[in-house]
């Protein structure tokens, strides 16, 4: 097995290879805008710090947001193009799952996660988390995080922490609303990579087979660019 794992959801454009055992390279770049420009680079860069080629590539898994528009298409056309030029399977992972797992991993987990990303128009895409601790054998543990509520977009002030610890770029730009915010801010591929590997995993637990979604856009909210519609009429019938 060896996925490629990449999301283009927030402000960092991130690509990363797992082989089945372990996140083998990681890259990210922060980048607010030019998405396409980079992700390929990016991701023919970290394929070079794995030692690998993607010929060698077996499952393509992507971040499918919530996220803004252009750049969350981003992501996602480019894993579909590989997985239909390399003839194999493309996964979506929601990419707040992600994010509250990598989170999981990182710290303190007590009373749950929120996980709160930049939705721009002074907004935020948020979702709310359990974190279970899941034991691998003597000195060896996991996390499963399991989605409470959410996505919803909406002001920061809309968001029900509950005593929960807040993670994610939203906390960073609404400490206001969210105080208390801690890392990490933006979605990791190696995270995206792990939950992938577990879902495709024979035998998966049904709980980590049903992170991974359909390859589609999870867009909850329309694009800022809309096509424009009939165009009305000024004049009355028969008028000049």
Do not use: N, Q
């Not at 082989?19 to 420009?37: K, L, N, W």
């Not at 393509?60 to 996220?67: E, F, K, N, R, T």
């Not at 929120?114 to 996991?142: C, F, K, Q």
């Not at 879902?199 to 800022?224: C, N, Q, T």
């Amino acid at each position: 097995m060896l996925v490629l794992a990449l999301d283009t959801s927030g402000a960092a454009v991130t690509a990363a290879v797992h082989d089945g055992t372990a996140v083998r390279a990681e890259r990210s770049e922060p980048r607010a805008r030019g998405h396409a420009e980079h992700l390929a680079p990016l991701v023919e860069a970290v394929l070079a710090d794995a030692g690998a080629d993607r010929r060698d590539l077996t499952t393509v898994a992507v971040g499918v947001g919530p996220g803004p528009f252009t750049g969350l298409r981003v992501g996602l056309v480019t894993a579909r193009v590989l997985g239909h030029a390399l003839g194999i399977d493309v996964v979506g992972i929601c990419s707040l799952d992600a994010l509250a797992f990598e989170a999981a991993t990182l710290g303190d987990t007590a009373g749950g996660l929120v996980a709160v990303t930049d939705a721009r128009r002074r907004e935020v895409h948020w979702a709310t988390y359990d974190a279970e601790r899941v034991d691998l054998g003597p000195g060896a543990h996991t996390w499963r995080v399991v989605r409470l509520d959410g996505p919803h977009v909406g002001p920061a002030t809309a968001v029900d922490v509950a005593g929960r610890r807040v993670v994610g770029r939203g906390a960073a730009l609404y400490p206001d609303a969210l105080p208390g915010g801690t890392g990490p801010l933006d979605v990791a591929a190696g995270a995206l990579a792990t939950l992938a590997v577990r879902g495709l995993a024979a035998g998966a637990d049904p709980a980590d087979r049903a992170v991974l979604v359909a390859p589609e856009p999870l867009y909850l909210r329309r694009p800022d660019a809309v096509a424009p519609g009939v165009r009305k009429r000024v004049l009355p019938a028969g008028g000049r």
